[in-house]
């Protein structure tokens, strides 16, 4: 038996590990790891992945075929983490279904229209109503200004009550077209004050401003205790149609 010959056998199963150590450099990359270096590893691993790749060669000689090394198959980036630059994918919006036909685009807020967050937000779907605009940053701010007013109160449903609550103190049992008729009779710079258990609260008409189609007003609230400030907020009331009535009217919208 010629000593020299390659052990067929033998040589499959370096060519193994060897490929077994190239599939890990592969993976490796893919991860977008730096290349294990050769260093890396303990000598006798380096002789042996060494030894493999000339006995698998030797091997392929033999069985008369050339030795073609196969490409590694290119790393596919992996999703970028989470955090600065990141972008997350958005679920698609569903608009709701209307046969009624849409209403003009309200565009940009107009140069003369204060203040700025009395204005609505760009609006994803069609609008076929005043209802369909959103104020998610001026509904935000009146609740802070709700919340700031909070008093305890023996006789109320949970034991505290709301100074900020105009409609029951500026009209007789909360009656809402009285509350409404005194806000749109109030003339650019016009007041309103009342007190309440705690706190005192004013509202003040600062524009007449329309909202595409629509007429409206906004007013400028303020609660304070005593002469200190404890919160303000800004507020709009606009004329549209309600659903089911037979004409538009005054509602209170922020």
């Known amino acids: ?66 030795a073609t090394p196969r490409p590694l198959a290119q790393a596919t980036p992996m999703s970028a983490p989470m955090g600065a630059g990141a972008t997350t ?26 203040p700025a967050v009395l204005w609505p937000a760009e609006p994803a779907c069609d609008i076929h109503d005043f209802p369909d605009l959103k104020f998610n940053a001026a509904r935000a ?9 909070k008093v305890r109160c023996g006789d109320c449903e949970g034991g505290y009550a709301y100074d900020a609550w105009a409609r029951h103190a500026l009209t007789q049992g909360g009656d809402e077209k009285q509350y409404l008729a005194l806000l749109v009779g109030l003339a650019v710079g016009q007041s309103l004050s009342w007190k309440g258990s705690r706190y005192q609260g004013t509202v003040q008409a600062t524009g007449e401003h329309p909202i595409g189609p629509f007429p409206c007003r ?24 309600r659903p089911y009535a037979a004409s538009a009217r005054w509602n209170e919208v922020i």
């Open 1 to 66: 038996m010629n000593k020299h010959a390659v052990n067929p056998a033998r040589g499959r199963g370096q060519a193994s590990i060897a490929a077994t150590w190239i599939g890990r450099a592969a993976v490796a990359g893919a991860l977008g790891l730096a290349t294990w270096p050769v260093g890396a590893m303990d000598g006798a691993m380096v002789v042996l992945l060494r030894g493999a790749l000339d006995t698998a060669a030797g091997v392929a000689q033999q069985s008369g075929r050339t």
């Open 141 to 149: 701010q009146r609740d802070a200004f709700v919340n700031a007013s």
């Open 218 to 241: 906004q007013y400028h609230w303020t609660l304070k205790d005593g002469a200190r400030v404890v919160a303000e907020r800004e507020g709009l009331l606009c004329q549209y149609k």
């Open 89 to 114: 994918a958005t679920a698609p919006v569903r608009c709701p279904k209307s046969r009624a036909q849409p209403l003009p685009p309200i565009g940009p807020r107009p140069d003369g229209y204060a």
